[in-house]
């Protein structure tokens, strides 16, 4: 099974950029959508992102569309999460997702989840 621990999280203030970085530890990283939710204090959780394995395609949430970016790195069995231009509704934990189907992933039922990584933004 493919282990998944996120990294990168902190407090920062509006305005400012953080890279959230996701290891994977399987070794079958090349063969998984992967993506980014976040779930914020009292709040369902949402999606973020998604990547399809290949990196052809990328699918963003309206509200990160412009400032947040997905990608990923095979060789290093990492994706990442660039946000930019951050807002203190960004606040919350984010959580790395992996399944073999994209759809899964988009639709918040992936088979792998990491334990998340805090992000604060204040204003």
């Known amino acids: 099974q493919e282990q998944l621990v996120e990294s990168g999280g902190g407090l920062v203030q509006a305005g400012d950029s953080l890279r959230l970085s996701c290891a994977a530890s399987g070794r079958a990283f090349s063969s998984y959508s992967m993506g980014w939710f976040r779930q914020a204090p009292g709040k369902e959780r949402e999606f973020v992102a998604a990547?399809?394995?290949?990196?052809?395609?990328?699918y963003y949430a309206d509200s990160v569309k412009g400032r947040f970016t997905i990608s990923r790195d095979n060789a290093k069995n990492t994706v990442y999460l660039q946000m930019n231009s951050l807002k203190p509704e960004d606040t919350a934990v984010y959580y790395c997702v992996a399944d073999f189907l994209p759809t899964k992933v988009r639709d918040g039922i992936p088979v792998y989840w990491g334990p998340g990584t805090q992000v604060t933004v204040s204003s």
């Open positions: 990547i399809t394995r290949n990196s052809v395609s990328t």
